[in-house]
Nanobody, 114 residues
Framework: QVQLVESGGGLVQPGGSLRLSCAAS???????MGWYRQAPGKQRELVSSITSGGMQNYAGSVKGRFTISRDNAKNTLYLQMNSLKPEDTAVYYCKLSGWGAEYWGQGTQVTVSS
């Protein structure tokens, strides 16, 4: 069992930046990891993912603004979010998957508003 704890969310003005972190309780090196978000009244959607080998994938709406990265030595996943827009407002979740396992964090709220 792996526990995931997200942090770094908050209130930011449009055009601002935030860096989300997802700390895992165990080794993550063999797993794919990703960030998802869910806005009120909407389905949870993939924001970005990164394989165990470091290959990255981004939703079209965040490409060029968000950067995903991982530090396997620290068992931590990151999401650098720049040029934030009001439509980025959502609860952001971290997910770890692979080898028949899937784990989710509890989520961190990101609100983009002036």
């Amino acid at each position: 069992q792996v526990q995931l704890v997200e942090s770094g969310g908050g209130l930011v003005q449009p055009g601002g930046s935030l860096r989300l972190s997802c700390a895992a309780s165990g080794s993550v090196s063999i797993y794919a990891m990703g960030w998802y978000r869910q806005a009120p009244g909407k389905q949870r959607e993939l924001v970005s993912s990164i394989t165990s080998g470091g290959m990255q994938n981004y939703a079209g709406s965040v490409k060029g603004r968000f950067t995903i990265s991982r530090d396997n030595a620290k068992n931590t996943l990151y999401l650098q979010m720049n040029s934030l827009k009001p439509e980025d407002t959502a609860v952001y979740y971290c997910k770890l998957s692979g080898w028949g396992a899937e784990y989710w964090g509890q989520g961190t709220q990101v609100t983009v508003s002036s």
